[in-house]
Protein backbone atom coordinates (compact mmCIF):
# COMPACT_ATOMS: atom_id res chain seq x y z
CA UNK A 1 0.00 0.00 0.00
CA UNK A 2 2.73 2.13 0.40
CA UNK A 3 4.40 2.27 -2.28
CA UNK A 4 1.10 2.44 -4.32
CA UNK A 5 0.81 5.80 -2.28
CA UNK A 6 4.32 6.89 -3.09
CA UNK A 7 3.62 6.11 -7.11
CA UNK A 8 0.57 8.00 -7.19
CA UNK A 9 1.78 10.62 -5.17
CA UNK A 10 4.45 10.82 -7.96
CA UNK A 11 2.46 10.67 -10.74
CA UNK A 12 0.15 13.54 -9.13
CA UNK A 13 3.71 15.53 -8.85
CA UNK A 14 4.23 14.91 -11.95
CA UNK A 15 1.47 15.72 -13.73
CA UNK A 16 1.07 18.98 -11.65
CA UNK A 17 4.34 19.83 -13.29
CA UNK A 18 3.14 19.29 -16.69
CA UNK A 19 0.29 21.53 -16.05
CA UNK A 20 1.36 24.31 -14.14
CA UNK A 21 5.22 24.65 -15.86
CA UNK A 22 3.84 26.78 -18.83
CA UNK A 23 2.11 29.14 -16.33
CA UNK A 24 5.66 29.81 -14.55
CA UNK A 25 7.02 32.10 -16.77
CA UNK A 26 4.30 33.92 -16.78
CA UNK A 27 3.80 34.41 -12.94
CA UNK A 28 8.08 35.28 -13.21
CA UNK A 29 7.37 38.31 -15.27
CA UNK A 30 4.09 39.16 -13.62
CA UNK A 31 5.58 39.25 -10.84
CA UNK A 32 8.61 41.23 -11.97
CA UNK A 33 6.31 44.02 -13.65
CA UNK A 34 4.38 44.40 -11.19
CA UNK A 35 7.49 45.01 -8.86
CA UNK A 36 8.42 47.78 -11.49
CA UNK A 37 5.12 49.20 -11.87
CA UNK A 38 4.52 49.75 -8.63
CA UNK A 39 7.81 51.60 -7.82
CA UNK A 40 7.11 53.82 -11.15
CA UNK A 41 3.74 54.94 -9.35
CA UNK A 42 5.13 55.72 -6.52
CA UNK A 43 7.90 57.86 -7.73
CA UNK A 44 6.72 58.63 -10.75
CA UNK A 45 6.72 62.64 -10.04
CA UNK A 46 10.20 62.53 -9.24
CA UNK A 47 10.42 60.46 -12.60
CA UNK A 48 8.75 63.01 -14.42
CA UNK A 49 11.26 65.62 -13.14
CA UNK A 50 14.42 63.76 -14.59
CA UNK A 51 15.77 65.13 -17.98
CA UNK A 52 18.58 64.21 -19.94
CA UNK A 53 20.69 67.00 -20.71
CA UNK A 54 22.53 67.74 -23.65
CA UNK A 55 25.70 66.76 -22.43
CA UNK A 56 24.00 62.82 -21.42
CA UNK A 57 23.74 61.92 -25.00
CA UNK A 58 27.90 61.76 -25.56
CA UNK A 59 27.49 59.50 -22.49
CA UNK A 60 24.92 57.54 -23.97
CA UNK A 61 26.54 57.11 -26.95
CA UNK A 62 29.56 56.09 -25.54
CA UNK A 63 27.50 53.43 -23.54
CA UNK A 64 25.98 52.52 -26.56
CA UNK A 65 29.30 51.81 -28.36
CA UNK A 66 30.84 50.10 -25.15
CA UNK A 67 27.68 47.65 -24.97
CA UNK A 68 28.00 46.64 -28.80
CA UNK A 69 31.75 46.05 -28.55
CA UNK A 70 30.96 43.71 -25.10
CA UNK A 71 28.84 41.50 -27.89
CA UNK A 72 32.22 41.50 -30.34
CA UNK A 73 34.08 40.50 -27.28
CA UNK A 74 31.78 37.58 -26.43
CA UNK A 75 31.69 36.17 -29.40
CA UNK A 76 35.58 36.40 -29.38
CA UNK A 77 34.78 34.37 -25.80
CA UNK A 78 32.10 31.83 -27.20
CA UNK A 79 35.63 31.14 -29.92
CA UNK A 80 37.83 30.15 -26.99
CA UNK A 81 35.43 28.19 -25.85
CA UNK A 82 35.31 26.18 -28.79
CA UNK A 83 38.84 25.84 -28.88
CA UNK A 84 38.42 23.90 -25.52
CA UNK A 85 36.92 21.68 -27.35
CA UNK A 86 39.58 21.48 -30.14
CA UNK A 87 36.96 22.90 -33.04
CA UNK A 88 39.29 25.64 -34.98
CA UNK A 89 37.55 28.45 -35.93
CA UNK A 90 37.73 31.83 -36.94
CA UNK A 91 37.22 34.89 -34.84
CA UNK A 92 35.46 36.74 -37.54
CA UNK A 93 32.66 33.72 -37.82
CA UNK A 94 32.70 33.31 -34.22
CA UNK A 95 31.50 37.07 -33.63
CA UNK A 96 29.08 37.02 -36.79
CA UNK A 97 27.31 34.12 -35.80
CA UNK A 98 27.07 35.45 -32.25
CA UNK A 99 25.96 38.54 -33.02
CA UNK A 100 23.43 37.26 -36.01
CA UNK A 101 21.85 35.04 -33.39
CA UNK A 102 21.87 37.21 -30.44
CA UNK A 103 18.59 39.10 -31.66
CA UNK A 104 16.81 35.68 -31.25
CA UNK A 105 16.98 35.81 -27.11
CA UNK A 106 13.87 38.43 -26.97
CA UNK A 107 11.42 35.83 -28.59
CA UNK A 108 9.84 33.59 -25.98
CA UNK A 109 11.48 30.97 -24.05
CA UNK A 110 14.87 32.74 -24.17
CA UNK A 111 16.16 30.02 -25.91
CA UNK A 112 16.08 30.51 -29.51
CA UNK A 113 19.56 32.02 -29.68
CA UNK A 114 21.31 28.91 -28.52
CA UNK A 115 19.30 27.24 -31.02
CA UNK A 116 20.97 29.33 -33.67
CA UNK A 117 24.31 28.68 -32.74
CA UNK A 118 23.94 25.05 -32.45
CA UNK A 119 22.31 25.04 -36.24
CA UNK A 120 24.81 27.18 -37.54
CA UNK A 121 27.99 25.72 -35.76
CA UNK A 122 26.73 22.37 -37.17
CA UNK A 123 26.51 23.71 -40.72
CA UNK A 124 30.04 24.71 -40.21
CA UNK A 125 31.19 21.29 -39.61
CA UNK A 126 30.80 21.42 -35.78
CA UNK A 127 30.19 18.26 -34.03
CA UNK A 128 25.79 18.79 -32.90
CA UNK A 129 27.08 17.60 -29.39
CA UNK A 130 30.26 19.66 -28.70
CA UNK A 131 27.85 22.91 -30.30
CA UNK A 132 25.80 22.01 -27.64
CA UNK A 133 28.22 22.19 -24.41
CA UNK A 134 29.64 24.85 -26.03
CA UNK A 135 26.31 27.31 -25.97
CA UNK A 136 25.73 25.68 -22.40
CA UNK A 137 29.20 26.34 -20.92
CA UNK A 138 28.98 30.05 -22.31
CA UNK A 139 26.19 30.97 -20.05
CA UNK A 140 27.44 29.14 -17.12
CA UNK A 141 30.94 30.75 -17.23
CA UNK A 142 29.01 34.34 -17.83
CA UNK A 143 26.79 33.65 -14.79
CA UNK A 144 29.96 32.51 -12.40
CA UNK A 145 32.11 35.78 -13.79
CA UNK A 146 28.96 37.89 -13.01
CA UNK A 147 28.82 36.49 -9.37
CA UNK A 148 32.72 36.74 -8.79
CA UNK A 149 33.03 40.55 -10.20
CA UNK A 150 29.42 40.89 -7.69
CA UNK A 151 30.74 39.79 -4.50
CA UNK A 152 34.01 42.02 -4.92
CA UNK A 153 32.13 44.98 -5.62
CA UNK A 154 29.08 44.90 -3.34
CA UNK A 155 29.89 46.06 0.00
CA UNK A 156 27.31 44.10 1.62
CA UNK A 157 29.11 41.25 2.01
CA UNK A 158 31.48 41.00 4.30
CA UNK A 159 35.21 39.65 3.69
CA UNK A 160 34.40 36.06 4.66
CA UNK A 161 31.50 35.68 2.20
CA UNK A 162 33.33 37.21 -0.50
CA UNK A 163 36.20 34.57 -0.37
CA UNK A 164 33.95 31.92 0.70
CA UNK A 165 31.46 32.83 -2.19
CA UNK A 166 34.48 32.94 -4.70
CA UNK A 167 35.94 30.39 -3.93
CA UNK A 168 32.97 28.19 -4.55
CA UNK A 169 32.50 29.72 -7.79
CA UNK A 170 36.43 28.87 -8.67
CA UNK A 171 35.86 25.29 -7.14
CA UNK A 172 32.56 25.05 -8.79
CA UNK A 173 33.51 25.51 -12.47
CA UNK A 174 36.16 22.58 -12.24
CA UNK A 175 35.97 19.93 -14.46
CA UNK A 176 35.02 17.38 -12.09
CA UNK A 177 32.68 19.11 -11.04
CA UNK A 178 31.20 21.32 -14.21
CA UNK A 179 31.09 18.17 -16.25
CA UNK A 180 28.02 16.65 -14.15
CA UNK A 181 26.68 19.89 -14.39
CA UNK A 182 27.13 20.94 -17.75
CA UNK A 183 25.44 17.44 -18.91
CA UNK A 184 22.51 18.07 -16.40
CA UNK A 185 21.61 21.41 -18.18
CA UNK A 186 22.14 19.79 -21.02
CA UNK A 187 19.53 16.88 -20.21
CA UNK A 188 17.44 19.42 -18.68
CA UNK A 189 16.91 22.10 -21.25
CA UNK A 190 18.05 20.72 -25.07
CA UNK A 191 15.97 17.65 -24.64
CA UNK A 192 12.64 16.85 -24.12
CA UNK A 193 10.30 13.90 -24.99
CA UNK A 194 6.40 14.50 -24.03
CA UNK A 195 7.47 16.76 -21.18
CA UNK A 196 10.54 14.46 -19.85
CA UNK A 197 13.86 14.34 -20.08
CA UNK A 198 15.49 11.71 -22.37
CA UNK A 199 18.78 10.64 -23.88
CA UNK A 200 20.45 14.13 -25.23
CA UNK A 201 21.01 12.89 -29.00
CA UNK A 202 17.77 11.19 -29.41
CA UNK A 203 15.47 14.10 -29.05
CA UNK A 204 17.59 17.28 -29.72
CA UNK A 205 15.49 17.16 -33.23
CA UNK A 206 12.61 18.34 -31.75
CA UNK A 207 14.04 21.68 -30.04
CA UNK A 208 16.43 22.67 -32.16
CA UNK A 209 15.42 25.33 -34.64
CA UNK A 210 17.25 25.67 -38.19
CA UNK A 211 17.42 29.13 -39.47
CA UNK A 212 16.29 28.71 -43.18
CA UNK A 213 17.33 31.64 -45.39
CA UNK A 214 14.19 32.92 -47.78
CA UNK A 215 15.06 35.54 -50.30
CA UNK A 216 18.20 36.14 -48.51
CA UNK A 217 16.46 38.57 -46.50
CA UNK A 218 14.52 37.10 -43.64
CA UNK A 219 14.77 33.96 -41.63
CA UNK A 220 12.23 31.35 -40.50
CA UNK A 221 12.39 28.60 -38.22
CA UNK A 222 11.97 25.30 -39.10
CA UNK A 223 11.01 22.40 -36.73
CA UNK A 224 12.24 18.67 -37.50
CA UNK A 225 11.64 15.43 -35.81
CA UNK A 226 14.66 13.45 -34.33
CA UNK A 227 14.65 11.46 -37.50
CA UNK A 228 15.26 14.42 -40.03
CA UNK A 229 17.75 16.30 -38.14
CA UNK A 230 19.58 12.54 -38.01
CA UNK A 231 19.36 12.72 -41.54
CA UNK A 232 21.04 15.88 -41.64
CA UNK A 233 23.37 15.57 -39.55
CA UNK A 234 24.52 12.44 -40.71
CA UNK A 235 27.17 13.93 -43.06
CA UNK A 236 28.77 16.27 -40.29
CA UNK A 237 32.26 15.38 -39.11
CA UNK A 238 34.46 17.40 -36.38
CA UNK A 239 37.00 19.01 -38.48
CA UNK A 240 39.16 17.48 -34.95
CA UNK A 241 39.06 14.86 -33.12
CA UNK A 242 36.62 15.74 -30.04
CA UNK A 243 37.60 15.78 -26.93
CA UNK A 244 34.72 15.27 -24.50
CA UNK A 245 33.76 16.32 -21.68
CA UNK A 246 35.86 19.21 -20.69
CA UNK A 247 39.48 18.24 -19.60
CA UNK A 248 41.25 21.56 -18.09
CA UNK A 249 39.73 24.45 -16.24
CA UNK A 250 38.14 26.67 -18.27
CA UNK A 251 40.16 29.83 -17.12
CA UNK A 252 40.72 31.96 -20.08
CA UNK A 253 37.00 31.86 -21.10
CA UNK A 254 36.12 32.67 -17.17
CA UNK A 255 38.34 35.88 -17.72
CA UNK A 256 36.79 36.58 -21.05
CA UNK A 257 33.77 36.87 -19.34
CA UNK A 258 34.79 39.02 -16.60
CA UNK A 259 35.64 40.99 -19.45
CA UNK A 260 32.11 40.65 -20.78
CA UNK A 261 30.63 41.72 -17.87
CA UNK A 262 32.94 44.79 -16.78
CA UNK A 263 32.21 45.70 -20.39
CA UNK A 264 28.25 45.73 -19.85
CA UNK A 265 29.02 47.06 -15.96
CA UNK A 266 30.51 50.15 -17.82
CA UNK A 267 27.85 50.73 -20.54
CA UNK A 268 25.32 50.67 -17.02
CA UNK A 269 27.51 52.98 -15.40
CA UNK A 270 27.67 55.53 -18.03
CA UNK A 271 23.73 55.78 -18.56
CA UNK A 272 23.46 56.19 -14.89
CA UNK A 273 26.13 58.81 -15.07
CA UNK A 274 24.17 60.62 -17.80
CA UNK A 275 20.83 61.01 -15.79
CA UNK A 276 22.91 61.86 -12.73
CA UNK A 277 26.57 62.60 -11.51
CA UNK A 278 27.95 59.78 -9.92
CA UNK A 279 30.24 60.03 -6.66
CA UNK A 280 33.53 57.42 -7.20
CA UNK A 281 32.66 55.80 -3.75
CA UNK A 282 29.27 54.94 -5.11
CA UNK A 283 30.72 53.04 -8.61
CA UNK A 284 31.49 49.98 -6.79
CA UNK A 285 28.42 49.22 -5.49
CA UNK A 286 26.56 50.22 -8.83
CA UNK A 287 28.57 48.02 -10.62
CA UNK A 288 28.44 45.15 -8.23
CA UNK A 289 24.47 45.64 -7.91
CA UNK A 290 24.28 45.09 -11.82
CA UNK A 291 26.33 42.06 -12.31
CA UNK A 292 23.81 40.38 -9.90
CA UNK A 293 21.01 41.81 -11.69
CA UNK A 294 22.78 41.01 -14.84
CA UNK A 295 22.98 37.43 -13.41
CA UNK A 296 19.76 36.66 -12.13
CA UNK A 297 18.28 38.47 -15.58
CA UNK A 298 20.35 35.47 -17.13
CA UNK A 299 19.32 32.84 -14.69
CA UNK A 300 15.76 33.54 -14.42
CA UNK A 301 13.51 31.14 -16.93
CA UNK A 302 10.80 32.28 -19.09
CA UNK A 303 12.15 36.41 -19.39
CA UNK A 304 13.33 36.96 -23.04
CA UNK A 305 16.61 38.60 -22.47
CA UNK A 306 15.85 38.90 -18.72
CA UNK A 307 13.78 41.65 -19.52
CA UNK A 308 11.98 42.94 -15.94
CA UNK A 309 13.90 40.72 -14.31
CA UNK A 310 16.77 42.43 -14.56
CA UNK A 311 15.30 46.09 -14.04
CA UNK A 312 13.24 44.61 -10.86
CA UNK A 313 16.61 43.10 -9.01
CA UNK A 314 18.71 45.83 -9.79
CA UNK A 315 15.68 48.33 -8.59
CA UNK A 316 15.96 46.55 -5.11
CA UNK A 317 19.64 46.17 -5.00
CA UNK A 318 20.13 49.80 -5.05
CA UNK A 319 17.26 51.71 -4.01
CA UNK A 320 18.42 51.95 -0.52
CA UNK A 321 21.17 53.79 -1.83
CA UNK A 322 20.70 55.75 -4.99
CA UNK A 323 16.93 57.73 -5.72
CA UNK A 324 14.15 55.22 -7.23
CA UNK A 325 13.79 57.34 -9.74
CA UNK A 326 17.28 57.78 -10.79
CA UNK A 327 17.61 53.83 -10.83
CA UNK A 328 13.82 53.48 -12.65
CA UNK A 329 14.68 56.18 -15.68
CA UNK A 330 18.27 54.08 -15.72
CA UNK A 331 17.34 50.72 -15.74
CA UNK A 332 14.76 51.76 -18.77
CA UNK A 333 17.49 53.79 -20.73
CA UNK A 334 19.95 51.30 -20.10
CA UNK A 335 17.02 48.56 -21.29
CA UNK A 336 17.07 50.54 -25.17
CA UNK A 337 20.63 50.68 -24.73
CA UNK A 338 21.22 47.24 -24.90
CA UNK A 339 18.65 46.86 -27.35
CA UNK A 340 20.06 49.03 -29.85
CA UNK A 341 23.09 47.08 -29.43
CA UNK A 342 21.64 43.69 -30.23
CA UNK A 343 19.80 45.36 -33.35
CA UNK A 344 23.12 46.68 -34.28
CA UNK A 345 25.13 43.94 -33.58
CA UNK A 346 22.30 41.64 -35.85
CA UNK A 347 22.79 44.61 -38.32
CA UNK A 348 26.30 44.47 -38.47
CA UNK A 349 26.57 40.29 -39.02
CA UNK A 350 23.84 40.74 -41.99
CA UNK A 351 25.58 43.47 -43.70
CA UNK A 352 29.11 41.49 -43.71
CA UNK A 353 27.10 38.32 -44.98
CA UNK A 354 25.82 40.63 -48.17
CA UNK A 355 29.16 42.15 -48.33
CA UNK A 356 30.62 38.64 -49.20
CA UNK A 357 27.96 37.71 -51.04
CA UNK A 358 28.77 40.52 -53.37
CA UNK A 359 32.09 39.74 -53.42
CA UNK A 360 31.60 36.09 -54.62
CA UNK A 361 29.42 37.39 -57.77
Not at 47 to 61: D, K
Not at 265 to 288: E, S
Not at 307 to 336: H, K, P, W
Amino acid sequence: MGKQHLHRLQNFFKLAKSRLKPYVRYVILGGTFLFIAKAFFTHWREVANIQIRAESFPLLAIALGITLLSLIFVGWVWMLILREFNQVVSVGWAIKIFLKTNIAKYLPGNIWHFWGRISEAKKAGISPKVSILSVLLEPLLMASAGVLIGLICFDKFNGFLRIFGCAAILTAIHPRILNPIVLFVERLKLSKNNGENSEIGEEIGEEIGEIEEVGGDRATWRFGSSSNLAKNTSGVKSSREINLPIKRYPLVPLIGQMCFIGLRGCGFLLTVMALNPVNLIDIPNLFGAFCFAFVVGLVVPGAPGGMGVFEATAIALLSDRFSVAIILSAVALYRIVSILADVSGAALAKIDRQRRQVKRR
